[in-house]
Nanobody
Framework: QVQLVESGGGLVQPGGSLRLSCVGS????????SNWYRQAPGKEREAVAS????????IYVDSVKGRFTISRDNAKNTVYLQMNSLKPEDTAVYYC?????????WGQGTQVTVSA
């Protein structure tokens, strides 16, 4: 059974940092591209960062370049999103995503709130 479970969200002040984790089961992240998305209230879900399978090449949306880092631990089958210099506009529910055998799978999401 394919599952993705996110953790690591919370409340942080502007300029602060958080690290999100996404643990996968029933498949391996190594062999496929995995993604972090976010959805703010009243807005559409948007892709934030991706990491390609095997070589692990990172890709970022312009708004997070230089601040967020996506990485993968193959031994733990876990994908991370390190978020630094957080801004109020980063406030959203963050979701982990991977496509397995033609089906898109999502985690339950983790809330990130950036506020003073």
């Amino acid at each position: 059974q394919v599952q993705l479970v996110e953790s690591g969200g919370g409340l942080v002040q502007p300029g602060g940092s958080l690290r999100l984790s996404c643990v996968g089961s029933g498949f391996t992240f190594y062999s496929r591209t995995s993604n972090w998305y976010r959805q703010a209230p009243g807005k559409e879900r948007e892709a934030v960062a991706s990491i390609t399978g095997r070589l692990g090449v990172p890709i970022y949306v312009d708004s997070v370049k230089g601040r967020f880092t996506i990485s993968r631990d193959n031994a733990k089958n876990t994908v991370y999103l390190q978020m630094n210099s957080l801004k109020p506009e980063d406030t959203a529910v963050y979701y982990c995503n991977a496509r397995v055998e033609g089906t898109n799978y999502w985690g339950q999401g983790t809330q990130v709130t950036v506020s003073a």
